[in-house]
């Protein structure tokens, strides 16, 4: 049985994984489809080098911004991480808020075929042509359970319709594998009142602590940089960079696209398969909580 801590954006689930892991022997294993990117550190929150050291993490910086990692080579990867913490005889934890990464992980991983990047590459420039709404309407009439997964996001409508392209099947239609592992998830479950605030604040430092200069120097190293670049701050950085926006106007599309996918994520998360347990909470406020359901599953010897 694996702890799974997850919950909307802003919730606070890094910094209590890692408060928890003064209390009990626990090794981090990332369920962040941003933090897998070396290079993108600031706008992912990522952890420093100094919690890092201090408390193992797994799957963090394990891919170069310039090329894809999807659902598959994570849930592989974060199964080896896991079997190999608990042979240490340490607790892997999973924290994280990407849903299709703990559901792979928890409730077994799509067959679908492998990415072809060359198919990928001419649906990406019919996006740029097309746009968004007429290859969306295309995987809608085939499977409207994926177009709503989608949800907008580019990335993963040009690897849906590629399938559909390639098999004639949408993604929906291949059944997942058996998961390698069981799942006892605590979703925090905050009013998404009480996460506002938190979303203004952490855009504004982050633009104001480094991300401008991250993703310069990033487009400077890697020019192309697919699925990076569809990431959540560093998309709006790019179009200020390029002059299609002011900085206000990057940092409102930033903080509007965190409050999207924070509405995606309840949506996701309100009916989580499986061993789940809501926690009412975030941050501070959710620490009793987060300590009372993690010693009740796992005690410690």
């Known amino acids: 049985m694996v702890p799974v801590l997850t919950g909307p954006s802003a919730s606070g689930k890094s910094s209590l994984a890692l408060r928890l892991a003064q209390h009990a022997p626990i090794e981090i294993v990332s369920a962040d489809a941003t933090m897998v990117y070396q290079g993108l550190d600031v706008g992912t929150d990522k952890p420093s080098a100094a919690e890092r050291t201090r408390v193992p993490h797994h799957l963090v910086d394990v891919a170069r911004p310039d090329e894809a990692y999807d659902v598959v080579r994570w849930v592989e990867a974060a199964e080896r991480?896991?079997?190999?913490?608990?042979?240490?005889?340490?607790?892997?934890?999973?924290?994280?808020?990407?849903?299709?990464?703990?559901?792979?992980?928890?409730?077994?991983?799509?067959?679908?075929?492998?990415?072809?990047?060359?198919?990928?590459?001419?649906?990406?420039?019919?996006?740029?042509?097309?746009?968004?709404?007429?290859?969306?309407?295309?995987?809608?009439?085939?499977?409207?359970?994926?177009?709503?997964?989608?949800?907008?996001?580019?990335?993963?409508?040009?690897?849906?319709?590629?399938?559909?392209?390639?098999?004639?099947?949408?993604?929906?239609?291949?059944?997942?594998?058996?998961?390698?592992?069981?799942?006892?998830?605590?979703?925090?479950?905050?009013?998404?009142?009480?996460?506002?605030?938190?979303?203004?604040?952490?855009?504004?430092?982050?633009?104001?602590?480094?991300?401008?200069?991250?993703?310069?120097?990033?487009?400077?190293?890697?020019?192309?940089?697919?699925?990076?670049?569809?990431?959540?701050?560093?998309?709006?950085?790019?179009?200020?960079?390029?002059?299609?926006?002011?900085?206000?106007?990057a940092l409102e599309a930033d903080r509007r696209a965190v409050w999207r996918l924070i509405k995606r994520q309840y949506t996701w998360l309100r009916r989580e398969p499986g061993d789940v347990t809501y926690l009412p909470r975030a941050g501070e406020a959710a620490w009793p909580g987060l300590v009372f359901w993690f010693r009740r599953r796992f005690p410690l010897s």
């Open 81 to 249: 991480a896991i079997a190999e913490v608990c042979a240490r005889g340490r607790i892997p934890l999973v924290v994280g808020g990407t849903v299709y990464y703990l559901r792979g992980l928890c409730e077994g991983l799509p067959t679908t075929p492998p990415p072809d990047e060359a198919v990928q590459q001419a649906i990406r420039a019919e996006l740029e042509d097309r746009g968004a709404q007429a290859l969306l309407a295309e995987l809608t009439t085939a499977s409207p359970a994926d177009a709503a997964r989608v949800a907008g996001n580019p990335r993963r409508l040009v690897r849906a319709l590629e399938v559909l392209r390639r098999t004639g099947r949408p993604p929906a239609g291949f059944p997942p594998r058996p998961p390698r592992v069981r799942c006892a998830k605590l979703v925090l479950w905050p009013e998404r009142a009480a996460l506002k605030d938190r979303v203004w604040e952490r855009a504004r430092w982050q633009f104001e602590h480094g991300l401008i200069a991250e993703v310069r120097a990033l487009l400077e190293r890697y020019p192309r940089m697919p699925t990076a670049l569809q990431s959540i701050g560093y998309k709006e950085i790019v179009r200020y960079l390029r002059g299609e926006w002011s900085y206000e106007e």
